[in-house]
């Protein structure tokens, strides 16, 4: 059975620095890995979504890495700012019907 | 763009009571899915459509029962409400194969 861990459970960082947020899975055979923010109460916005056979991903401030053989992603934001604070999930699926096993997330504060 | 739209946006119920969550897709995309998140946990998956059929089942419960119609817009029914039910569900669409997920906002429902 799949399980998907997210470390830190909580981070807290001055603006400016980079953040880097962790998440590891047990079962190497996933189809894809997927992050998300959510912002309190509210629905989750995806961030950027790695495919199995890609080893990263980039968009503006974010770049998400893959590394399938040892069952691990890394979320990179360049140059936090306070708007970046949200809680950060990862979530993997196992084939193309796409069904997403998420980690507990990553609650992300950046202090002005 | 238009992106995945869910109603009510809150809902509140009282116990053993009966409840229906809509769920309308983004245009063309061929999968629904359905996700509970309780109070401080991830999203767990429930169920799952691809082009009106059920394609996967996770953890739902007997009493609850959902469907996707020919407009593609999914329906969640949920009976014999109990407090525990109290949540947050989401509603996701994606293109088979392709899988990123875009997630609505949400309903949250309160049971009382």
């Known amino acids: 059975k799949q399980e998907v861990t997210q470390i830190p459970a909580a981070l807290s960082v001055p603006e400016g620095e980079n953040l880097v947020l962790n998440c590891s899975f047990t079962?190497?055979?996933?189809?894809?890995l997927q992050w998300f923010r959510q912002d309190p109460g509210k629905g989750l916005t995806s961030l950027l979504l790695?495919?199995?056979?890609?080893r990263e991903q980039t968009s503006g401030r974010l770049n998400a890495s893959l590394d399938k053989s040892s069952g691990r992603s890394t979320l990179y934001i360049a140059a936090s700012q306070p708007g970046d604070s949200a809680t950060y999930l990862c979530a993997v699926s196992s084939d193309s019907w796409g069904k997403l096993q998420f980690g507990a997330g990553t609650q992300v504060v950046v202090t002005p | 763009a238009a992106g995945v739209i869910q109603s009510p946006r809150h809902l509140i119920k009282e116990k053993r009571e009966t409840a229906t969550l809509k769920c309308y897709p983004i245009p063309r995309h061929d999968t629904v899915y359905w996700y509970q998140q309780g109070p401080g946990q991830d999203p767990q998956f429930l169920i799952s459509f691809y082009e009106k059929m059920q394609s996967d089942k996770g953890s739902i419960p007997d009493r609850f029962s959902a469907q996707q119609f020919s407009d593609y817009h999914s329906e969640l029914n949920m009976s014999s409400l109990e407090l525990g039910d109290s949540a947050l569900y989401f509603c996701?669409?994606?293109?088979?194969?392709?899988?990123?997920?875009?997630f609505g906002q949400g309903t949250r429902l309160t049971v009382v």
């Open positions: 079962d190497s055979a996933i189809y894809n």
């Open positions: 996701a669409s994606s293109l088979k194969g392709i899988t990123e997920a875009f």
């Open positions: 790695i495919q199995s056979s890609q």
